[in-house]
């Protein structure tokens, strides 16, 4: 995806060429944002795990369908420009990462549970890397909404690297700062493109339970 690294392999700009290949329409409101009206008691995450693609896809497989997320947007966050473009953020000139927001119903699944979602989702021992996609764009990032998320953030993380991958993570986590949306033909990228690129790297890795 990274057009100015040649080092990122054939892999890589194959999905960055079908970025601009399609013509599938892609509807700015997501399936459950459309079908529900959002409650005033919703809470906003705000992750990054690599190829925002694969992340939006898996969190909704998960967590879609009346499991508690109510809208998800890819774009990217942790930068330092505004209004990046694509192909600015692939650059890794902006400071930004890939990321997903989602807006969920805490009364049907927790912010511990999409941080364990998050981190069986993707490999958090790799900086900067998720599969073939390399670069600071692809880091592994908590952008914390408030104090509280904060906490559980750091407590989650800590765990995680105890129990699950037994080292030190590469994870930020860090306040959210000023989100920017992706382009709309990113938006539910995978469920338009079914044969659209997909990083090795995001797949449900099992786990025991967190004690």
Known sequence: MAFAAPALGSTLFSRFSRTFSTSSPILSL????TSRNMASGTQTATLAAGCFWG???????????????LEAKVGYCGGNTSHPSYRAVCSGD???????????DPSLVSYRSL???????HDPTTKNRQGPDIGTQYRSAIFTHGDEQHKIA???????????YKQTLSTEIIPAGQWW???DY???YLQNNPSGYEC????IRSFPPLS
């Open 186 to 188: 990113h938006q539910l």
């Open 154 to 164: 750091e407590e989650i993380t800590d765990k995680v690297a105890k129990e699950w």
């Open 94 to 104: 902006t400071g930004h990462a890939e990321a997903l927001k989602v807006t969920f």
């Open 200 to 203: 090795p790297a995001h797949f």
């Open 55 to 69: 992340v939006e896809h898996l969190f909704r497989k998960e967590f879609g369908q009346g499991k508690g997320l």
């Open 115 to 121: 941080l364990e979602l998050f981190y069986r989702m």
């Open 30 to 33: 997501t399936p459950e944002s």
């Open 181 to 183: 949306d992706a382009e």
